[in-house]
């Protein structure tokens, strides 16, 4: 059952990807048809997967992670100058997710073990999700910061340069991103925290995910310091956004693949 379910979300997400590489600049209407396809795909599929709670596998967290970063997606679209042009490089990438995750289904999975109030579990979860979308998003506006300018530099132009925002509007994108990212990591961080210790009576442990999730919010800060002092932009920002982005995957999915998949 969730088989076809997956597949009918992934095929959902076609065809905006498809839309938006043919006519980059076609119909905002048709646009948001397609959006709306993708989510109503997307989010069937989660609720379908967490309708008997949460489950801890590795290709339900896939799926919810698709669907929390384009319910994040749609207000940025709908909101900022050329957010909508984000979807060229945000729809070929989820789309590898929704991918990978039919390799995985029906994995066993584990339950979860918690003394801490369910509130706050959801609480972090929540704010969790919702920093990995805002850093894909940011990632992705930094990515198109680098194809422009080198389009720039190397005066070669391809389909990406229309179907991606303007530099300066990367640029934007990037930074306002990286700043609301910076913001909803802290709460994440400060709800972990304080799940933690319900748990076990400390306020710190190290583990990989805590140490990756410390330096993806020391990144994204140090990055948004230079931008301020130094005006950092550019191929340089964009190469700080993408490590972020790398350093927080290998907190949250990096570390459930090994955990649920290698390590099982």
Wanted: aromatic content about 14%; some cysteine.
């Amino acid at each position: 059952m969730t088989s076809y379910l997956s597949l009918s979300a992934l095929t959902a997400l076609l065809p905006l990807m498809f839309y938006v590489f043919r006519f980059p600049n076609g119909r905002r209407f048709f646009f948001w048809c397609f959006l709306a396809v993708a989510i109503s795909g997307a989010g069937s599929c989660t609720i379908v997967m967490f309708a008997d709670g949460w489950r801890t596998g590795f290709a339900p967290a896939l799926w919810v992670t698709i669907t929390a970063t384009l319910l994040i997606y749609l207000p940025i679209a709908a909101i900022y100058h050329e957010g909508y042009k984000l979807a060229a490089g945000l729809f070929p990438y989820l789309f590898i997710l929704g991918t990978l995750s039919l390799f995985w289904e029906g994995q066993l999975e584990g339950r979860i073990l918690t003394n801490a109030s369910q509130l706050w579990v959801m609480s972090h979860i929540i704010f969790s999700l919702t920093t990995y979308g805002l850093l894909t998003l940011a990632a992705i506006a930094g990515f198109s910061a680098f194809v422009q300018e080198r389009s720039l530099k190397t005066k070669k132009y391809t389909f990406l340069n229309v179907a991606f925002p303007t530099l300066a509007s990367s640029e934007d994108l990037e930074s306002r991103l990286l700043e609301l990212s910076a913001v909803v990591l802290t709460i994440g961080l400060i709800t972990g925290i304080t799940v933690h210790f319900m748990q076990t009576g400390s306020f710190f442990h190290l583990t990989h995910k805590t140490l990756l999730s410390v330096g993806t919010f020391g990144i994204i800060l140090t990055l948004l310091v230079a931008r301020k002092i130094i005006g950092l932009r550019g191929i340089k920002a964009a190469r700080w956004a993408l490590l972020a982005y790398l350093t927080l995957t290998l907190a949250y999915p990096g570390v459930k693949f090994v955990t649920d998949i290698l390590l099982v």
